[in-house]
């Protein structure tokens, strides 16, 4: 597979493969970045979806909104995108894709409480070595996380798993909050004392 060149899977096809777990097309799908970058953004948008279900939102306006800016992005997101330079040795040519590593950031992103990335952006000359790069995430927060203790723990997560799994120059990590969802109703008590 060409890397930057979509591999021809619809989302619709991810989505049965991830709800059957069956498709004639598994081998390529098990072994192809794109769909795997694609499949962790249709599990992400599962478990957003089962959380609104959940708090009963999913019926207003503004909620539909949200999921509908998601539903638009992720085919964006989880394309191959621009080619990331990496060092080889003699004849190596080792690039990795702009979609794996915001599939990477989201999937710091799932590790922490209180955290749903929505917009995930990588400004920069990242097919130049060592150009500087930012990282632009909007974020959907739960109620009840302290916000500025919520984006630094995201900042540092990022950086630090950019810095592991990347060669990249990553020179800031911008958070911003663009919605806010409802707390759950069996939240633990000791998320009470940063409530905002």
């Known amino acids: 597979m060409n890397p930057t060149h979509d591999c021809g899977r619809s989302i619709e096809d991810?989505?049965?493969?991830?709800?059957?777990?069956a498709s004639p097309d598994a081998e390529h799908i098990d072994y192809c970045p794109q769909c795997q970058a694609r499949l962790a953004g249709l599990r992400s948008l599962s478990a957003a979806a089962r959380d609104l279900l959940d708090e009963d939102v999913a019926a207003t306006a503004?909620?539909?909104?949200?999921?509908?800016?998601?539903?638009?992005?992720?085919?964006?997101?989880?394309?191959?995108?621009?080619?990331?330079?990496?060092r080889g040795q003699g004849m190596d040519e080792l690039t990795e894709t702009e979609g794996a590593v915001i599939a990477l950031v989201r999937s710091v992103g799932d590790a922490l409480g209180g955290v749903l990335i929505g917009r995930c952006r990588l400004e920069g000359e990242i097919g130049t070595a060592s150009a500087p790069v930012e990282v632009r995430i909007n974020v959907s927060a739960r109620y009840?996380?302290?916000?500025?203790?919520?984006?630094?723990?995201?900042?540092?997560?990022?950086?630090s798993e950019l810095l592991v799994q990347t060669e990249l120059n990553v020179t800031a990590v911008h958070v911003a909050f663009t919605d806010m969802r409802p707390p759950f109703d069996d939240e633990p008590d000791s998320l009470g004392e940063g409530r905002q």
Request: aromatic residues 8%.
């Open 14 to 21: 991810l989505s049965d493969y991830l709800d059957t777990g």
């Open 62 to 86: 503004d909620d539909s909104g949200w999921l509908d800016g998601i539903l638009a992005n992720l085919r964006l997101e989880t394309s191959a995108g621009r080619l990331i330079p990496l």
């Open 144 to 159: 009840g996380y302290p916000l500025p203790t919520l984006a630094e723990e995201l900042r540092t997560a990022v950086f």
